[in-house]
């Protein structure tokens, strides 16, 4: 199945849909109605829309009249899913070391899944080609400090010391966050590269209350607060580093909504749960950075880092992960010359998989292979993406 009526594709073999609306609080009425229409589905509420993602196509329909009732029209061309594809020649030896790193639980491909479907499926598949060198591709994870201690990955080591490796040498920098500030009224609230707050809610009622409030509030101060729906959990997140001025560019005082977003989840009754909070990006060396993160760039349909300096491309409804690229020493021609064991993964609908196909190659990419509904792609330094249709 590719279609579910008109608004409805099958992404990496979940309904998925997105509503576009004209506000935060335009979207969490179309969140509330669903969370009367099922307790089980994943809501991720954006100032410019609403992503909906059902385990099965029972509710779609009824999703879909409540989202044309309040006006809200669907765009299938929005819809994409990234994921991180690890090859080991011994998958058993590298898997628990991910788990604890990223607190990610077994997937059904004998991968690993982000139990709140937030951050990128971690899936890793057997491969017996060599490539000892260093990886051009890590992951960062950044998780409240407790957490960090608790993973037991060994002593760090790096630039900053929050660097660990995997078996293979695959790394990841495995970073402590901090609280927001100091005032009481942000204690909810984490500094985990995201300013997040994840609250336990007792109710479908209490989750609506929650998003609604969250919607007004960020909505009145003029903030694109990413506000995530899941069974008896409300997130709100920040975006990477938005709660900086410098990021957001605009006239808000990120730590003052922080205050007003928990003073109305307290009153409504939610609890705040302080290990949940998890941030995930991806980081690529490349030699010429400007080359490679313009094709990412195109590939993805991502945005760029506003700030002078920074290097971040973003998904512009901030459902997928932030990309950030960094230079690699020109000399390193063997670790460059080598294949990753790490690459991007991304399904999209299968009716557009052939235009983004296009889109990637314009951009400079290479096909290195395809089969029925894959096609394996390199970017000008050969990182590869994997494009998957449906």
């Given at each position: 199945?590719?279609?579910?009526?008109?608004?409805?594709?099958?992404?990496?073999?979940?309904?998925?849909?997105?509503?576009?609306?004209p506000?935060?609080?335009?979207g969490?009425?179309?969140?509330?109605?669903?969370?009367?229409?099922?307790?089980e589905?994943?809501?991720?509420?954006?100032?410019?829309?609403?992503?909906?993602r059902?385990?099965?196509?029972?509710?779609?329909?009824a999703?879909?009249?409540?989202?044309?009732?309040?006006?809200?029209?669907?765009?299938?061309?929005?819809?994409?899913?990234?994921?991180?594809?690890?090859?080991s020649?011994?998958?058993?030896?590298v898997?628990?070391?991910?788990?604890?790193?990223?607190?990610?639980?077994?997937g059904?491909?004998g991968?690993?899944?982000?139990p709140?479907?937030?951050?990128p499926?971690?899936?890793?598949?057997?491969?017996?080609?060599?490539?000892?060198?260093?990886n051009?591709?890590?992951?960062?994870?950044?998780?409240?400090?407790?957490?960090?201690?608790?993973?037991?990955?060994?002593?760090?080591?790096?630039?900053?010391g929050?660097?660990h490796?995997d078996?293979?040498?695959?790394?990841?920098?495995?970073?402590?966050?901090?609280?927001?500030?100091?005032?009481?009224g942000?204690?909810?609230?984490?500094a985990v590269?995201?300013?997040?707050?994840?609250?336990?809610?007792?109710?479908?009622?209490?989750?609506?209350?929650?998003?609604?409030?969250?919607?007004?509030?960020?909505?009145d101060?003029?903030?694109p607060?990413?506000?995530?729906?899941?069974?008896?959990?409300?997130?709100?997140?920040?975006?990477?580093?938005?709660?900086?001025?410098?990021?957001?560019?605009?006239?808000?005082?990120?730590?003052?909504l922080?205050?007003?977003l928990?003073?109305a989840?307290?009153e409504?009754?939610?609890?705040?749960?302080?290990?949940?909070?998890?941030?995930?990006?991806?980081?690529?060396?490349?030699?010429?950075?400007?080359?490679?993160?313009?094709?990412?760039?195109?590939?993805?349909?991502?945005?760029?880092d506003?700030?002078?300096?920074?290097?971040?491309?973003?998904?512009?409804?901030?459902?997928?992960?932030?990309?950030?690229?960094?230079?690699i020493?020109?000399?390193?021609?063997?670790r460059?010359?080598q294949?990753n064991?790490?690459?991007?993964?991304?399904?999209?609908?299968?009716?557009?998989?052939?235009?983004?196909?296009?889109?990637?190659?314009?951009?400079?990419?290479?096909l290195?292979?395809?089969?029925?509904?894959?096609?394996?792609?390199a970017d000008?330094?050969?990182?590869?993406?994997?494009?998957?249709?449906?």
């Amino acid at each position: 199945m590719t279609e579910v009526g008109t608004d409805w594709r099958v992404v990496d073999g979940v309904t998925t849909a997105w509503f576009d609306a004209p506000s935060l609080v335009g979207g969490a009425a179309l969140a509330g109605r669903i969370a009367e229409l099922s307790a089980e589905a994943v809501v991720d509420l954006r100032a410019t829309g609403v992503r909906v993602r059902l385990d099965s196509d029972e509710h779609a329909e009824a999703v879909s009249a409540a989202a044309r009732e309040l006006g809200l029209v669907a765009d299938p061309a929005a819809l994409q899913h990234l994921s991180v594809v690890l090859e080991s020649a011994d998958p058993s030896a590298v898997t628990p070391f991910w788990q604890r790193a990223l607190d990610y639980a077994p997937g059904e491909d004998g991968g690993l899944a982000d139990p709140l479907r937030r951050d990128p499926e971690l899936r890793i598949r057997p491969s017996t080609e060599p490539r000892p060198l260093r990886n051009r591709l890590h992951l960062d994870v950044v998780r409240p400090a407790a957490a960090v201690e608790q993973a037991g990955l060994g002593e760090a080591y790096g630039a900053f010391g929050v660097c660990h490796a995997d078996a293979d040498g695959n790394e990841v920098d495995l970073v402590p966050g901090d609280a927001l500030s100091e005032a009481i009224g942000t204690a909810d609230w984490q500094a985990v590269f995201s300013a997040m707050a994840c609250y336990r809610v007792a109710s479908p009622t209490q989750q609506q209350d929650l998003a609604a409030a969250a919607a007004a509030l960020a909505d009145d101060a003029g903030f694109p607060l990413l506000v995530d729906l899941r069974p008896g959990l409300v997130i709100l997140d920040s975006g990477k580093d938005q709660a900086e001025a410098d990021a957001h560019g605009l006239e808000v005082d990120f730590t003052d909504l922080a205050e007003h977003l928990q003073t109305a989840a307290r009153e409504i009754g939610a609890t705040a749960d302080p290990a949940l909070p998890r941030f995930a990006q991806l980081f690529l060396d490349a030699a010429d950075v400007a080359v490679v993160r313009a094709f990412w760039l195109a590939a993805l349909g991502y945005d760029p880092d506003r700030r002078a300096g920074a290097s971040d491309i973003a998904d512009p409804r901030r459902l997928n992960p932030v990309l950030v690229f960094q230079e690699i020493d020109t000399s390193e021609t063997e670790r460059r010359r080598q294949r990753n064991r790490i690459h991007v993964e991304l399904a999209v609908p299968s009716d557009l998989a052939r235009t983004r196909l296009a889109t990637t190659l314009a951009a400079g990419g290479r096909l290195l292979d395809e089969s029925a509904g894959r096609w394996r792609v390199a970017d000008p330094e050969g990182n590869e993406l994997v494009i998957v249709s449906g």
